[in-house]
């Protein structure tokens, strides 16, 4: 699997958002596939990766998975942008604060990606933790739609915890992991 990472098409993709919201375990299930027991806060960025199959032919995801802390990402921040293929914003579907922070990230990547067209994604992450009782503390789907919208952006919700996975029969490596539903 190694010489076969090192030879595949590699994209990209920087994964930003508030401190908490779970951009380390969203990468981490992404390319370990599983929810981290454990994660310690993340310091500037770490690196992970996911091989995928498209149409047969492999490519290989490059995920930056970065720290909000201002005094790394002042330095780091225009290389975080170099060359990116696609930016995940990611907020916390329990967490408004983290859904209005979003604007800022926005403005970074903007200010960061003069003109280059990078595709962008609005990620609401934790949706394992939506309570009904207690809609009013939460950011609604219509909230996402509405700022993917405006923003350009397209927009899903995801949990790192939940659904559980399966594994795919006949796949092997990090490329044989699929969500339940
Ligand atoms: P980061 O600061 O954005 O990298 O956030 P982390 O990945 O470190 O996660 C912050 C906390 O949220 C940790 O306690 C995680 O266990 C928890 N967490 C992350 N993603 C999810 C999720 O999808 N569902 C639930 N229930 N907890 C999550
Ligand atoms: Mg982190």
């Known amino acids: 699997v190694s010489s076969l990472l090192s030879r595949c098409r590699t994209f990209k993709v920087l994964v930003i958002g508030d401190s ?4 380390t375990c969203l ?16 310091i500037g960025v770490d690196f992970r990766e996911r091989l995928l199959d498209v149409d047969g032919e492999k490519l290989k995801l490059q995920l930056w998975d970065t720290a909000g ?25 329990t967490c408004p604060v983290s859904f209005t922070g979003l604007s800022s990230w926005v403005e970074e990547c903007r200010q960061n990606s003069v003109g280059q067209e990078i595709p962008r994604f609005l990620v609401g992450n934790k949706s394992d933790l939506r309570d009904p009782s207690r809609k009013e503390y939460q950011v609604s789907q219509e ?20 659904p559980p ?9 990090n490329g044989g992991y699929q969500q339940d539903n």
């Open 20 to 23: 908490g919201v779970g951009k």
């Open 27 to 42: 990468t981490h299930r992404l390319s370990a596939g599983q929810f981290p027991s454990r994660v310690e806060a993340t």
């Open 165 to 173: 996975i399966k594994r795919v029969n006949g796949q092997r490596g």
């Open 69 to 93: 802390q201002e005094r790394f990402r002042k330095s780091m921040v225009q290389h975080y942008y170099r060359n990116v293929h696609a930016v995940l914003f990611i907020y916390d579907v």
């Open 143 to 162: 909230q996402a739609v509405s700022f993917a919208k405006a923003n350009g952006m397209m927009f899903f919700e995801t949990s790192a915890k939940n």
